[in-house]
Nanobody, 119 residues
Framework: QVQLVESGGGSVQPGGSLTLTCVASTERFAINAMGWFRQAPGKQREAVAGVTSGGRSSYADSVKGRFSISRDNAKNMVTLQMSSLKPEDTAVYYC?????????????WGQGTQVTVSS
């Protein structure tokens, strides 16, 4: 089984920055894909960014150039650096992970962390 613990959410003004961190604990197999989804009120959950243990990454078009995802394989940790935040980035952000190298198709999920962008 895999457990994911997220941290770093909060409130920020438009144009500000936040960093989200997620650490995965696994008993047996290596975690090869980790990433972030988000869900805003009344909307479907959507993929934000993901990264494999080999460094392959993907981003939603809406966050390209503003968000950056990185991975520390030794710590099974993924970090999402968010800058130039917009009110439409407001959502609950969920960390996901998988044993496989497939991005944005996660088997394990964190509890979610709220990000609010408002003036």
């Amino acid at each position: 089984q895999v457990q994911l613990v997220e941290s770093g959410g909060g409130s920020v003004q438009p144009g500000g920055s936040l960093t989200l961190t997620c650490v995965a604990s696994t008993e047996r197999f290596a975690i090869n894909a980790m990433g972030w989804f988000r869900q805003a009120p009344g909307k479907q959950r959507e993929a934000v960014a993901g990264v494999t243990s080999g460094g392959r990454s993907s981003y939603a078009d809406s966050v390209k150039g503003r968000f950056s995802i990185s991975r520390d394989n030794a710590k099974n940790m993924v970090t999402l650096q968010m800058s130039s935040l917009k009110p439409e980035d407001t959502a609950v952000y969920y960390c996901g992970a998988n044993y496989y190298y497939t991005l944005n198709e996660y088997e394990f999920w964190g509890q979610g962390t709220q990000v609010t962008v408002s003036s």
